[in-house]
C-alpha cells in the first residue's frame, strides 16, 4: 500500500514539472544544452553558464559578460547566505521588446519591462519543513536590474521566499553592487544624488511602514541603505546576517527583537551614513566606537589616544566642557593617499590632513572645528572629543599613518571663547536622531 506521504510528493513532483515546462518553453527546453543558439533576425537567443539559462537580444559579448557578473553575484550572496544554489535560475532580459516575437514574454513580465523595470515570478508548493520553488526573472538590460532580479530568483528557489520587502528589496539592490574585496559604495551616481538631497527616512518608515515590492526606485534606495550599512558596520553585521538568515526562513524573528536595544544608535549610525554618502565611502572605517569611556580632567594631567589617518571620527578618552581651554599636542606623521606626502597633523596648505574634532553629546554632533598639531583650543560645547584626519568621507580608504595626540586642561577662562567659529560650532549640530518605534 502506498502510504500518503509518497503519494503527495509524487503529486508535488508532477505540479513542478508542470510549472517547469510553463516556464521554460519547448524550443528553450531543447536549446538550454548549448551554449548558445543562432539568433535569427536580431531576435532573442540563448545562453546558458552552470546556474542560469538567459534568454536575451543583448549582443553575444554583452549577453556573456552579464552571465560573469551573474554567476559572480551567485557565488558571493550563496556564501553569505550559505546556501547553495539549487537549480538554474531562468531569465528573460530585453534590450528592445519589439524584437521579440508576440506571445514569446509572460504578460506580466512584459508589463513589468514595458515600464522599464522587472518582476520574478515564483511558485513554491511547501507542506511541512519542506518545499519545492521555481523563480523566473523578467527584467530590462539596462542599470542592475537583471541581477536585482536574480537576487529574488536564488532566494525564492533556496528558500521558498524572499523575505519581508524591506529586507528582501534591499539585499537585492546590494547585490547589484556586491563586492567581496570593497565594502564601499558602489551605487549608481543618481542614488547618492537622491539620498543626499532628500529629508530622510527613519528606521520605523523603512521597516514597519506598508510596503509594496516594486513600488518605486526611491523607496528601494532606503532599503538598500540600510541593508549596506547593517551589513557593513562592524557594529552591526554580526547580528544582521543571522537576523536575515531568520527572516528567509521564517523564523519568529524581526528587527525590534534583534536590535530593538541598539535603536538609537544604530539610527545615529544611519543618519550619519546618509549624510555624507558617496560613491567610495566606507561605512566599516566610519562606524561608531560606543564602548571608549570618556574622561573628564580633574588636573592637569595628559589623556592620550592614538588617531588612524584612514578612520572616521575617534575617541580621544577625553569630555570637555563649554568656554574651557585645552592643550593639545599631537606627533607622528600621516598620509591622505597612498603615495602622498607625509603630513603631521596641521596638515597642508590646503587643509587636508589637518587634525580636526567633533563634540558628540546626546546623539548630536557639533560641527567640526580645527585642532592641529600644538597649541590651545576652547571647547565650543559640553561632550564627548573625538578626532580625526581632515579628508573627503569618500577618500579615507588609501589614507596611511596616525597620529599620537596628548590632551590636557589649560584651565577655565570666562568670558567668551577664544574662537567665533567655535562657539558658531556649538550652536549648529544633527538634528536628533531617527528613532525606531518600539
Not at 537549480?87 to 519591462?113: A, F
Not at 529629508?199 to 523603512?206: A, F
Not at 589649560?410 to 567665533?420: N, Q, V
Request: with cysteine.
Amino acid at each position: 500500500m502506498i502510504s500518503r506521504r509518497l503519494v503527495d510528493r509524487i503529486a508535488c513532483f508532477c505540479v513542478l514539472a508542470l510549472i517547469l515546462s510553463w516556464s521554460v518553453p519547448a524550443s528553450a527546453q531543447k536549446k538550454a544544452a548549448t551554449k548558445k543558439t543562432t539568433r535569427s533576425a536580431g531576435g532573442p537567443a540563448n545562453y546558458s553558464s552552470k546556474n542560469f539559462l538567459l534568454h536575451t537580444d543583448l549582443p553575444a559579448d554583452e549577453a556573456k559578460e552579464l552571465l560573469r557578473k551573474l554567476e559572480r553575484m551567485l557565488s558571493l550572496i550563496s556564501r553569505y547566505w550559505a546556501r547553495s544554489n539549487g537549480k538554474v535560475i531562468e531569465m528573460y532580459v530585453v534590450d528592445d521588446v519589439n524584437s521579440w516575437p508576440p506571445g514569446t514574454l509572460d504578460p506580466r513580465g512584459l508589463q513589468s519591462i514595458r515600464s522599464g523595470g522587472g518582476i520574478t515570478r515564483s511558485t513554491v508548493l511547501s507542506r511541512g519543513n519542506s518545499f519545492i520553488a521555481k523563480a523566473t526573472v523578467f527584467a530590462v538590460a539596462r542599470r542592475g536590474t537583471p541581477l536585482h532580479e536574480a537576487v529574488h530568483a536564488y532566494c525564492a528557489q533556496s528558500f521558498g521566499t524572499t523575505g519581508p520587502i524591506w529586507y528582501g528589496e534591499g539585499m537585492a539592490e546590494m547585490g547589484c553592487n556586491w563586492n567581496e574585496k570593497d565594502p564601499s559604495v558602489h551605487c549608481e551616481s543618481h542614488i547618492v544624488r537622491y539620498i543626499r538631497g532628500s529629508d530622510p527616512k527613519s528606521l520605523n518608515e523603512i521597516i514597519n511602514s506598508p510596503q509594496t515590492t516594486g513600488d518605486s526606485w526611491q523607496n528601494y534606495a532606503w532599503r538598500w541603505a540600510l541593508c549596506h550599512l547593517l551589513a557593513n558596520n562592524p557594529n552591526y553585521s554580526q547580528r544582521f546576517r543571522p537576523l536575515g538568515l531568520g527572516l528567509l526562513t521564517k523564523k519568529n524573528v524581526s528587527f525590534e527583537q534583534v536590535y530593538g536595544s541598539m535603536a538609537q544608535e544604530i539610527s545615529f549610525e544611519y543618519r550619519f551614513f546618509l549624510k555624507h554618502i558617496e560613491r567610495g565611502y566606507r561605512v566599516d572605517l566610519c562606524s561608531w566606537d560606543w564602548k571608549t569611556r570618556y574622561l573628564k580632567p580633574r588636573s592637569k594631567r595628559a589623556l592620550s589616544a592614538k588617531i588612524k589617518a584612514n578612520l572616521g571620527w575617534q575617541p580621544s578618552r577625553l569630555f570637555v566642557k563649554k568656554g574651557e581651554d585645552y592643550q593639545v599636542s599631537a606627533s607622528g606623521t600621516w598620509r591622505t593617499s597612498k603615495d602622498g606626502k607625509k603630513l603631521n597633523a596641521n596638515g597642508d596648505e590646503t587643509g587636508r590632513g589637518r587634525l580636526v574634532g567633533i563634540l558628540f553629546n546626546d546623539f548630536q554632533l557639533s560641527e567640526p572645528f580645527d585642532v592641529g598639531a600644538s597649541g590651545t583650543f576652547t571647547s565650543p560645547g559640553d561632550g564627548n572629543l573625538l578626532l580625526r584626519c581632515k579628508d573627503e568621507w569618500h577618500e579615507m580608504a588609501d589614507n596611511d599613518g596616525k597620529i599620537s595626540v596628548r590632551l590636557k586642561r589649560a584651565g577655565t577662562r570666562p568670558g567668551l571663547p577664544k574662537s567665533k567659529d567655535l562657539e558658531d560650532a556649538a550652536e549648529k549640530s544633527f538634528d536628533p536622531p531617527l528613532g525606531l518605534k518600539r
